[in-house]
């Protein structure tokens, strides 16, 4: 018996709406923008047109689908056949916590607006398609260390475009 350890290998993530528009994506594994937007376009139609008492699981080509909708978004992860779906639906809820916690109540609207942070968050949980960090304080405290940066960066440039300096 081979003992499989808790990691999984995600390929992509993907965000959208209940209409179908891509909101964020992120790819773990290369492929063709050709291949990409094919992909993205089967995916979305195939969860779309799936009824919502439906299992959030399903075998698609040579993968494992994981997706969870919250409130008008759907959030998509693309995992190995033998790996861990539950982990993955709880890595989903993971970051839909952390995104409710740095906006207040996310919305499609602030995926939208703040892309770059939605992204940074992503990228904190996960590297090169494994889970990086479980620990929601831990992730808390990185963002909070970015914005620290990012507020002091422009406030040097803002002081720096008054002198007169490029």
Known sequence: MRIRPL??????????????????????????????????RELITTILSRKS????????????????????????????????ELITLELIHRYVELLDKYFGSVCELDIIFNFEKAYFILDELIISGEIQETSKKNVVKAIAAQDLLQEETEAIRGVLDEMGIP
């Open 7 to 40: 990691l999984i290998m995600i390929h992509y993530v993907l965000l959208f709406s209940r209409q179908g528009k891509l909101r964020l994506q992120k790819w773990y594994t290369a492929a063709s923008q050709k291949d990409k937007k094919r992909t993205t």
């Open 53 to 84: 008492k439906m299992c959030n699981f399903l075998e698609w080509r040579d993968m494992k689908i994981v997706y969870k909708r919250y409130a008008s978004l759907y959030f998509l992860a693309a995992i190995d056949k033998d790996d861990n």
